[in-house]
């Protein structure tokens, strides 16, 4: 079985040498303190982290797949091991908010590693694929109220989070989505409508998945915004 092993000695030409990464961060407040060690450091143990942990459990997860049971979908086996080392790891907080449990680095960090993710292991990167948008979704957009209760969780990767977007009919045209969000006299909204291709959308990675659904308000115009 072959193992990935990431190139870092490229990542890091392409962040030092071509992107001049360290010189262009620097002028933003928020990142004056990093520099081309600190990405290398943090390359190289993102590195360790999916060619030890992520890599060799490609094989059994294609092998084995998803299984449905009882209800229920459970990972091959490693799967959710290798996700609580993830979070805990704080590897999905790599560029939230150090208000929200982040830690505060680069989102070009953040692409690198998952771009070792998805090259070592698609299946298993498919889970928390989308959650940093999910993240930046709830932070940009959510009430004070939403934000209390999801925003840290879903920082952390305690709670991992999907986009309820693609219906039978509409695909990549999200402005024909149909799903409807009704408001109710306490302030909630009741969904009516189908949505279908939800990655990570059932698993048991984590306690909790949050599912972000685009849906049309009552008073909302035609097309896709």
């Known amino acids: 079985m072959s193992i990935y092993t990431p190139n870092i000695a490229d990542m890091h ?15 933003l407040t928020a990142f004056q303190e990093i520099d081309d060690d600190l990405m290398r450091q943090v390359l190289g143990e993102a590195a360790k982290f999916v060619g030890e942990v992520i890599s060799p459990l490609n094989r059994d997860g294609d092998e084995t797949g998803a299984q449905w049971k009882e209800g229920s979908v459970f990972t091959p086996a490693g799967f959710k091991e290798a996700y609580e080392i993830f979070w805990r790891g704080g590897w999905p907080a790599l560029s939230a908010s150090s208000d929200h449990g982040g830690q505060g680095l680069p989102s070009v960090l953040e692409a690198m590693l998952y771009e070792m993710l998805s090259a070592a292991n698609i299946g298993w990167t498919v889970a928390p694929g989308l959650l940093h948008g999910a993240y ?90």
């Open 136 to 225: 930046e979704c709830i932070r940009h957009h959510a009430s004070d109220e939403l934000k209390n209760l999801y925003l840290e969780k879903v920082a952390t990767g305690e709670w991992l989070a999907t986009m309820c977007l693609t219906e039978p009919h509409a695909g990549s045209d999200l402005g024909m989505a149909r799903t409807k969000a009704t408001l109710l006299p306490d302030g909630s909204y009741a969904l009516s409508g189908t949505k279908i291709f939800i990655s990570g959308g059932e698993h048991d990675l984590t306690d909790n998945i949050v599912h972000l659904v685009l849906a049309r308000i009552s008073d909302a115009p035609p097309g896709p915004k």
């Open 13 to 27: 030409f392409v962040l030092s040498k071509v992107l001049h990464s360290s010189n262009q961060l620097q002028r």
